[in-house]
């Protein structure tokens, strides 16, 4: 079955380190995303990609870093200078590039935590 | 500075009843508006709604955008307890810049007693 596949489930983050989130999709879409999920707010965009090697800012982009190196993939790395990282994180993707009227597919998530 | 607005946050209600999920938007150059149901943890996609006043259904499951009043509702009739989730409802936009956007509400929680 095709779609999004976010691993691990469950993360837990010491201070000062970084930490790297996996998102894997074979649905062949051009585009994916990067939301975080916090209790009481909307999801919000922290980054996208439209295309292999290319990746753009959304609006909470600092503390975190991508790749996209392969179609199939869009990992995010939470790096030590995002302050407060305990968040829900979903992956998405789109079939092609954003246009406003795109439906999004959605990975399991992962749960990040800081101990 | 856009929003997206859902109301009520949470809602409880019995198996069989009939419930009302509320959004309204101040968006610039909306594009589209989107109803996504989560449970436990992956959205996935429900409604696209462009124009007004043209409802659209699955099911039980309904929705409408009035986008004079910057509005849409989505109706679940005869509730199942599977239909406890968080609902989320979505605005996609045109961007100064040139690009586009989604923008989220904060959702709104269901659960419905057996």
């Known amino acids: 079955d095709g779609g999004i596949t976010q691993s691990p489930k469950y993360l837990f983050r010491k201070e000062g380190q970084n930490v790297t989130l996996s998102c894997e999709q074979n649905l062949n879409h051009d585009a994916m995303y990067w939301y975080r999920q916090d209790p009481g707010q909307g999801l919000r965009l922290i980054y996208y990609s439209q295309i292999v090697n290319d990746f753009q800012k959304g609006d909470i982009a600092e503390g975190y870093s991508v790749s996209r190196e392969k179609k199939e993939s869009f990992p995010l790395t939470v790096t030590s200078a995002q302050k407060n990282p305990t968040a829900f994180y979903l992956c998405?993707?789109?079939?092609?590039?954003?246009?406003?009227?795109?439906?999004?597919?959605f990975g399991s998530g992962t749960q990040l935590s800081v101990l | 500075e856009d929003k997206v607005v859902q109301s009520p946050l949470s809602l409880v209600v019995h198996e069989g009843d009939t419930v009302t999920l509320n959004c309204s938007y101040e968006v610039t150059n909306f594009r589209s508006l989107l109803w996504y149901k989560q449970e436990k943890k992956a959205p996935t996609f429900l409604f696209m709604l462009?124009?007004?006043?043209i409802e659209k259904k699955s099911g039980r499951l309904s929705s409408i955008l009035d986008k004079k009043e910057l509005f849409s509702i989505l109706n679940i009739t005869a509730t199942q307890t599977g239909d406890s989730a968080v609902y989320l409802c979505a605005v996609g936009k045109l961007q100064g810049t040139g690009g586009f956007k989604t923008i989220f509400g904060a959702g709104t929680r269901l659960f419905v007693k057996a």
């Open positions: 998405a993707s789109t079939p092609d590039r954003p246009t406003g009227f795109e439906k999004l597919f």
């Open positions: 462009t124009s007004s006043g």
